[in-house]
Antibody, heavy 119, light 110 residues
Framework: QVQLQESGPGLVKPSETLSLTCTVS????????WSWIRQPPGKGLEWIAF???????NYNPSLKSRVTISVDTSKNQFSLRLNSVTAADTAVYYC?????????????WGQGTLVTVSS | QSALTQPASVSGSPGQSITISCTGT?????????VSWYQQHPGKAPKVMIY???NRPSGVSNRFSGSKSGNTASLTISGLQAEDEAEYYC??????????FGTGTKVNVL
């Protein structure tokens, strides 16, 4: 079955750029929508963005000015970049695939990766 | 976009039924049948329990059911079990082609 794995630095300095990659295994990235979701420690889930395998994207309005999501079908990966980070961006970051037709629910999810913003 | 509103916690005894509400607006919950529910145990990734308001994915217990009325969606857990103790989040598609999660509800099994 399809599995997702997040990767990237666990520590980022304030004002710098957070970069994460989600590697999809057990299936193709083509034909699906993909998403990034985050969860600050002890808090709720926040949807960040989605991307279709063709490159069509949309972003959470509250993060749109700082976020870029991209896809690399040749590597079966999609990525997240969040610039000008602050301590408020400290969170577990999850990647997930959309399921269904239309694609409106998240399954499966990656295990999540904790990113801490600190100097 | 504002998070959907959920009660902070709901409690019940084993065997009882509980219901979690998820209130949004006509631009999200009320406007589309694209509400999903997720269960999250501590330190784990969320797991989908209900999609498109009332559909259960394969493998999810039929003790979980979903519904919607107006701008409020609901998740009902019947025959409450100890393993159901977790955090639950709703999610909805919105009119601007984004998605929004609920504030989260901690289910306590007494």
């Amino acid at each position: 079955q399809v599995q997702l794995q997040e990767s990237g630095p666990g520590l980022v300095k304030p004002s710098e750029t957070l970069s994460l990659t989600c590697t999809v295994s057990g299936g193709s990235i083509s034909g699906y929508y993909w998403s990034w979701i985050r969860q600050p420690p002890g808090k709720g889930l926040e949807w960040i963005a989605f991307i279709y395998y063709t490159g069509n994207t949309n972003y959470n309005p509250s993060l749109k000015s700082r976020v870029t999501i991209s896809v690399d079908t040749s590597k079966n990966q999609f990525s997240l970049r969040l610039n000008s980070v602050t301590a408020a961006d400290t969170a577990v970051y999850y990647c997930a695939r959309y399921s269904g037709s239309p694609s409106t629910w998240f399954d499966p999810w990656g295990q999540g990766t904790l990113v801490t913003v600190s100097s | 976009q504002s998070a959907l509103t959920q009660p902070a916690s709901v409690s019940g005894s084993p065997g009882q039924s509980i219901t979690i509400s998820c209130t949004g607006t006509s631009s999200d919950v009320g406007g589309y049948n694209y509400v999903s529910w997720y269960q999250q145990h501590p330190g784990k990734a969320p797991k989908v329990m209900i999609y498109e308001v009332s559909n259960r994915p394969s493998g999810v217990s039929n003790r979980f059911s979903g519904s919607k009325s107006g701008n409020t969606a609901s998740l009902t857990i019947s025959g409450l079990q100890a393993e159901d103790e977790a955090e639950y989040y709703c999610n909805s598609y919105t009119s601007i082609r984004t998605y929004v999660f609920g504030t989260g509800t901690k289910v306590n099994v007494l």
